[in-house]
Nanobody, 125 residues
Framework: QVQLVESGGGSVQAGGSLRLSCAAS????????MAWFRQAPGKEREGVAA???????SYADSVQGRFTVSKDSAKNTLHLQMNSLKPEDSAMYYC???????????????????WGQGTQVTVSS
């Protein structure tokens, strides 16, 4: 049974940083795509960052240059380093895992088979 457990969310002032982690069990992250999504109240869930089995990275335009996604395959853990946070980054952040080793559209949620419960990120101005 695949389980994804996020941690690292919290409240921070604009300009601050947070590091999210996603611990995966029952799943081999080294050969699969993983990603971070987020959903703010009243908005649709959107892809934030993804990494495939070849280490190729994808970012939403809104976070490019501020967020960094990485994967520790030895620990089966996905990370999201978030710097220069803005109030509009406030959302529930979800970890997602796929059966696929790569995707044509890595930030499309339709490609992901497993989801975590989410961790809340709140950025105040």
């Amino acid at each position: 049974q695949v389980q994804l457990v996020e941690s690292g969310g919290g409240s921070v002032q604009a300009g601050g940083s947070l590091r999210l982690s996603c611990a995966a069990s029952g799943y081999t992250s080294s050969s699969r795509c993983m990603a971070w999504f987020r959903q703010a109240p009243g908005k649709e869930r959107e892809g934030v960052a993804a990494i495939d089995s070849f280490g190729r990275l994808s970012y939403a335009d809104s976070v490019q240059g501020r967020f960094t996604v990485s994967k520790d395959s030895a620990k089966n853990t996905l990370h999201l380093q978030m710097n220069s946070l803005k109030p509009e980054d406030s959302a529930m952040y979800y970890c997602a895992a796929s059966h696929a080793s790569f995707m044509l559209v890595p930030l499309s949620e339709s490609g992901y088979n497993y989801w975590g419960q989410g961790t809340q990120v709140t950025v105040s101005s």
